[in-house]
C-alpha cells in the first residue's frame, strides 16, 4: 500500500499504538528506562522518552552533539506525538530511534493511514492509465537526496529537495519510484495527487501539483519524503535517475551507526535491470555516511552500492 500525505496530517491511532509499544513491549520500554532519573506520572516517561530521540537524531547527524538541550527541546514534539498528533516526521523518528520492528512498523503506518481523508489515501493498486508530466517541460537546477538505512540493514527513509526550472509553463511535477512498500510526504512546494503505474513496469509515480502555475524561466522548490516499509530486504543500493541535465547533484546515504558496510562503491547503471559499472571505492566518514557531488550530470542512472 502506498501512503501519501500533504505534509500536515497526524493520527490519534497511530499514536495511541505507539504508546502502548512503548509502554508494554519490554524492548523498547527498556530504551528509554535507561534514562529515567526521576519517576513520574503515567506509564511512560517523557523526558526519556526524548532522550533516546535526541541521541538518534545525534547520531545520525541531524542534530549537533554539542546541542546539550536538544532533549528538551524534543519534548513538545514528544508530547504532540504521544497526545495524538503523531505527524509522518515524528513517526520516522521514533520507528528509527527505538529500532520497532518490521511487523510494528508496518501495523503503525496502517494505523496512521486509516486516519488519513480518503484524498489522501492510494489503494494497494496504484491508478491506472495515467501519464507522468513530460520531463522536457522543466530542467533541475539542484538536487540533493539524502537516503537513511536502518540498524536492521533496510532503508527506513528517504528525503529530496529539489529546485526546477520551468521550460514551459508548469503545474504539476511527477515524482517516480521504484516500490510500492512506501509512504510519500510533501512537506513543500504543492499538493500530491494519487499514486499511478508508469509505463514503465516496477515504477510507479506520483503528481505534486504545484501550489501555483510556474511560468517559463521561473524556478520552483520541492520537498519530499519516502519512508519506506519492506517487508523483505530490498538489494544493499540506492540509485537515483537522471533523464535530462541536472544542474547540481548532491547524493548522501547515512548508515545507522550498529549497521555500517564492510565495502561502499559509487558507480553507474545502464538500465534498472543491469549491473552497476564504474565502481569507484568510498570511504564511509565518521558520520557514518558516504556522499557524492556531481555537476551537470546529463542522463545517468547514478548511485551507491554496498556490501555488509
Known amino acids: 500500500m502506498v501512503m501519501v500525505s500533504q505534509g500536515d ?40 522518552v526524548s532522550q533516546v530521540l535526541a541521541d538518534y537524531l545525534t547520531d545520525i547527524g541531524a542534530m549537533p552533539a554539542e546541542q546539550q538541550s536538544l ?15 503523531l505527524t509522518p516526521q515524528s513517526l520516522e523518528w521514533f520507528i528509527a530511534a527505538f529500532e520497532i520492528s518490521a511487523a510494528h512498523r ?9 486516519d488519513q481523508p480518503e484524498a489522501a489515501r492510494v ?22 537526496e539524502l537516503h537513511v538505512v536502518g540498524a536492521d540493514g533496510v532503508p527506513h527513509t528517504h528525503r529530496s529537495v529539489q529546485v526546477i526550472r520551468a521550460l514551459e509553463p508548469m503545474t504539476r511535477y511527477s515524482y517516480r519510484f521504484d516500490t510500492s512498500a512506501v ?14 503505474a508508469t509505463d514503465i513496469p516496477g515504477v510507479w509515480a506520483v503528481d505534486i501539483h504545484l501550489h501555483d502555475t510556474v511560468p ?15 517487508q523483505d530486504s530490498p538489494p544493499p543500493e540506492f540509485r537515483r535517475g537522471l533523464a535530462r541535465t541536472t544542474g547540481a547533484v548532491t547524493l548522501q546515504v547515512q548508515f545507522h551507526p550498529a549497521k555500517v558496510p564492510a565495502q561502499v562503491w559509487f558507480g553507474t547503471w545502464e538500465a534498472l535491470d543491469a549491473p552497476p559499472a564504474g565502481l569507484t571505492p568510498q570511504q564511509v566518514g565518521p558520520d557514518h555516511a558516504v556522499h557524492w557531488f556531481g555537476e551537470d550530470v546529463h542522463h545517468a542512472l547514478v548511485g551507491f552500492t554496498w556490501q555488509w
Open 9 to 48: 496530517a497526524t493520527s490519534s491511532r497511530a499514536a495511541d499504538l505507539l504508546r502502548r509499544l512503548l509502554a508494554e513491549d519490554e524492548e523498547y520500554r527498556s530504551r528509554w528506562q535507561h534514562y529515567v532519573r526521576r519517576s513520574s506520572p503515567g506509564p511512560l516517561h517523557q523526558g526519556a
Open 71 to 85: 532533549p528538551r527541546s524534543l519534548k513538545d514534539t514528544v508530547g504532540r506525538a504521544l497526545s495524538g498528533r
Open 106 to 114: 508496518d501495523l503503525l503506518w496502517r494505523r496512521f493511514a486509516e
Open 123 to 144: 489503494a494497494d493498486e496504484p491508478a491506472p492509465g495515467r501519464a507522468p508530466a513530460p520531463e522536457t517541460a522543466y530542467r533541475t537546477v539542484a538536487l540533493d
Open 183 to 196: 509512504a510519500i510526504d510533501v512537506v513543500r512546494g504543492g499538493r500530491p495527487g494519487q499514486v499511478y
Open 216 to 230: 517559463a524561466g521561473q524556478t520552483a522548490v520541492l520537498e519530499y519524503r519516502t519512508t519506506f516499509r519492506y
